[in-house]
């Protein structure tokens, strides 16, 4: 199973910069996929952005070159970055892992995926 622990959450004002932060833990032997979304009392969670363990990055249509997600493979870490926070970008932030990697006797066990409880991002005016 997968823990996922997120931090780097809090209040920033509009304009600074923030980074989030989620490390993986737990009996696995890799992961996959990464990523961040994130939800709002007025919205449905929804995907921010997304990396593999190979580098390649996803970006919802909205980021807009505003975030920029990469990934520390060895220590099974994901992070969210923006230098220039907008009040829009409150919500509550989840990290995400897809394809859990289990190492078995004759083969690798590629499927699942966990949640990380979340952490919350206030951007004031």
């Known amino acids: 199973q997968v823990q996922l622990v997120e931090s780097g959450g809090g209040l920033v004002q509009s304009g600074g910069s923030l980074r989030l932060s989620c490390r993986a833990s737990?009996?696995?032997?890799?992961?996959?996929?990464m990523g961040w979304y994130r939800q709002s009392p007025q919205k449905e969670r929804e995907l921010v952005a997304t990396?593999?363990?190979?580098?390649?990055?996803n970006y919802a249509d909205f980021v807009e070159g505003r975030f920029t997600v990469s990934r520390d493979n060895a220590e099974n870490t994901v992070y969210l970055q923006r230098n220039s926070l907008k009040p829009e970008g409150t919500a509550d932030y989840y990290c995400?892992?897809?394809?859990?990697?289990?190492?078995?006797?004759?083969?690798?066990?590629?499927?699942?995926?966990?949640w990380g409880r979340g952490t919350q991002v206030t951007v004031s005016s």
């Open positions: 990396v593999t363990s190979r580098g390649t990055t």
């Open positions: 737990g009996n696995f032997f890799s992961i996959w996929t």
């Open positions: 995400k892992a897809e394809g859990i990697v289990v190492r078995r006797e004759t083969y690798y066990h590629t499927g699942g995926e966990g």
